[in-house]
């Protein structure tokens, strides 16, 4: 029987792990370090990653720096509150854990992956309408400020 008490944190870093070609994330928050590493190294592996963000919400946007081209902050409208991702169509997961050290240590939070095409086809679907009306993260403010040399 697996942990269902792992932490989160561990679940996406083996997923992002893994060998696939695609994932795509949407984040009210992304601050894990563990988590940006494991997305960082995806995509040197050649993984397609795309991010949606909160636009209202604390980001590491200088770990993101590498990843820039394939981030998007949502504008404006309903707080982007997912907590999840989707890779290859095939797997979703969800829950109420932000991608932060904060989400990981001290809040309880559940997670939950789902391996179904189905669910992961209508979260990408979800995924692209957000995207579409996204702005890029090299546009916007508090990123430009995050990425300038001091």
């Known amino acids: 029987m697996r ?5 989160a944190r ?19 928050a992304l601050t894990d370090p563990i988590v940006l590493d494991a997305l960082n190294a995806a995509e040197c592996r050649g993984v397609a ?21 394939t981030v998007r902050i949502k504008r ?7 907590k999840a991702y989707e890779i ?15 989400g990981e240590n001290a809040q309880d939070n559940d997670l939950i992956v789902i391996r179904d095409a ?12 957000m995207w579409e009306a996204a702005q890029a ?5 508090p990123a430009i400020n995050a990425l300038e040399p001091r």
Not at 120 to 127: N, S
């Open 88 to 102: 290859d169509g095939a797997v979703l997961r969800t829950g109420s854990a932000n991608f932060s050290t904060s």
């Open 118 to 129: 189905v669910a992961a086809i209508k979260f990408e679907a979800h995924f692209e309408r």
């Open 3 to 7: 942990d269902p008490f792992v932490r």
């Open 10 to 28: 561990t679940v996406s870093a083996r997923c992002f792990d893994a060998h696939f070609r695609s994932a795509y994330l949407a984040s009210y």
């Open 137 to 141: 993260m090299i546009e916007f403010a």
């Open 49 to 69: 990653i795309r991010i949606v963000l909160d636009p209202r919400e604390r980001h590491d946007f200088v770990k993101l720096g590498d990843l820039s081209d």
């Open 76 to 82: 404006g409208g309903p707080f982007m509150h997912l």
